[in-house]
């Protein structure tokens, strides 16, 4: 047995097993890719290399690396060498544990080759020249204060901006004292349960669908969260009773799609004057709505009453975590305690350069973009679906990155799981579902911004085929 190390191209450490030089050096290659030490991709030694560094011939080294080029395990190409093939051949599970017997192995399940899940923007999108354009243009400009540990309020350049962004495009009521910047919507909230706590509050109403994240967080802070009845029209807050606080999506409901009907926005505000209450309005994606202008926030009705909680992972893209509150006068020494004497978490290099993106107009451009090209898929969506079957039924606004496409009773994990076979990631409406609530209706929630454009129309095809 040979024990090497090669210098040159990928560092290899090999062990030649067995009989024969070649037939060991083969053994030795497979085992490095199986166990994925050599990973897909990499480059080999050359030959000569090697052999220098094993003490064999060239020709065996040369002989070993073409049969495994004919096997499959490694591709050569002219000017780029041998390296280990992408799809080689499938990796054994682990050695230990009961393996299904000969013939009754489940099937695999293939990975999904497409994701229509909501919730993620369009990434191939972000406007990545314009985003470095803004980032040079921050960094030049940036005095050499701000490269230091930064105050837990965030940027003023960054809530100047925003104040005059969502006063312009969001109807909210703000002032730069009154933002302070968050590492996305989560963070937000999970200062807003600190808060809450601290001022003794049991109980944050939630919808009766939502996100599990946001009711774990709250739960975790100790907060308890009912769900609020739900009907045609959306959440019933003229049942709000003795709950401290509301956490609701006013202007698109995740993930029902509907947006708030004025009276029932009134009561919102209403209750949380009468009680003392606080209404937490999350607007994740109130940027984008195609059918006419965007529905203003609810906190326009009553900035002291009312924290305004927006994002720039729908806008632009969740990988940023940034966010932002906009806050009631006598809430923002409370926020600003709970997060800390300093911002450990939110860097200041991407608050001045979305500063700049906001203020040189780059955010309208893209916002105004994204917005088109979202639209154009929703109608694609709709046009399909109205051609492949006509009991299936798209609900709620045209607005959003998502649609709900209502299904025929009893069909929703069904389809799911017919889409998960053909390689189709799709949730049903089931997973947003409160606990508290009971089951209600069959429904997909399609997050149609989710592909990238080039894989659109695939997502679009396969989720027709999985439909019923
Ligand atoms: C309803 C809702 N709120 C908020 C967010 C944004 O969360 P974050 O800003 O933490 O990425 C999302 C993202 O999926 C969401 O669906």
Redesign the pocket.
């Known amino acids: 047995m040979t024990d090497s190390w090669a210098t040159s191209g990928a560092d290899l450490h090999l062990e030649l097993r067995g009989p024969g030089l070649r037939s060991g050096l083969m053994e030795a290659l497979r085992e490095a890719v199986r166990s994925g030490r050599l990973a897909p991709g990499t480059r080999l030694p050359s030959s000569r290399s090697l052999a220098a560094d094993l003490g064999v011939a060239r020709n065996t080294v040369a002989d070993a690396y073409a049969e495994l080029v004919a096997e499959g395990w490694l591709t050569a190409r002219q000017g780029s060498g041998t390296r280990v093939a992408r799809r080689t051949a499938p990796r054994p599970g682990p050695a230990a544990g009961p393996r299904a017997p000969a013939g009754r192995r489940p099937p695999v399940r293939r990975p999904p080759a497409h994701t229509l899940c909501?919730?993620?923007p369009d990434l191939g999108s972000f406007p990545r020249d314009a985003w470095l354009t803004a980032s040079r243009r921050a960094l030049t400009a940036a005095p050499h204060e701000a490269l230091g540990y930064a105050g837990p309020h965030g940027r003023p350049e960054l809530r100047a901006a925003l104040a005059d962004y969502l006063a312009r495009a969001r109807g909210v009521h703000a002032h730069p004292d009154r933002v302070v910047i968050c590492?996305?919507?989560?963070?937000g909230l999970r200062l807003m349960a600190r808060v809450l706590r601290d001022r003794r509050v049991r109980e944050v109403a939630v919808e009766s669908y939502?996100?599990d994240v946001?009711w774990d967080l709250l739960g975790g802070a100790g907060l308890r969260t009912p769900a609020l009845p739900f009907d045609d029209h959306g959440t019933r807050t003229g049942d709000l009773d003795r709950q401290g606080a509301l956490l609701i999506?006013a202007a698109h409901q995740?993930p029902l799609g509907g947006a708030l009907p004025p009276d029932r926005r009134a009561a919102a505000v209403d209750w949380a004057r009468r009680t003392g209450g606080l209404v937490l309005e999350?607007d994740?994606d109130g940027e984008f709505r195609y059918d006419r202008r965007p529905v203003g926030a609810l906190q326009g009705l009553d900035p002291e009453r009312v924290v305004y909680l927006g994002?720039?992972?729908?806008s632009l893209t969740?990988g940023l975590?940034l966010?932002w509150m906009v806050l009631p006068e006598d809430l923002v020494g409370e926020v600003l305690a709970a997060k800390g004497t300093s911002d450990w978490v939110t860097g200041t290099l991407d608050q001045l350069t979305l500063a700049e993106f906001l203020r040189s107009g780059a955010y309208d451009r893209h916002v105004r973009s994204m917005r088109l090209r979202y639209r154009r898929r929703r109608d694609q969506l709709v046009a399909a679906l109205a051609e492949r079957s006509s009991h299936i039924r798209v609900s709620g606004i045209a607005a959003g990155l998502h649609a709900v496409l209502e299904l025929p009773p009893g069909t929703e994990r069904t389809v799911v799981q017919a889409a998960a076979w053909q390689g189709l990631a799709l949730h049903g409406l089931d997973r947003y579902r409160h606990p508290g609530v009971p089951p209600g209706r069959d429904a997909l929630v399609v997050g149609y911004a989710t592909p990238t454009d080039s894989a659109w129309p695939g997502a679009l095809d396969a989720l027709c085929r999985a439909l019923p």
């Open positions: 909501p919730g993620t590492a996305g919507f989560v963070h939502g996100l946001h999506t995740f999350d994740y994002t720039a992972s729908k969740p975590r966010g």
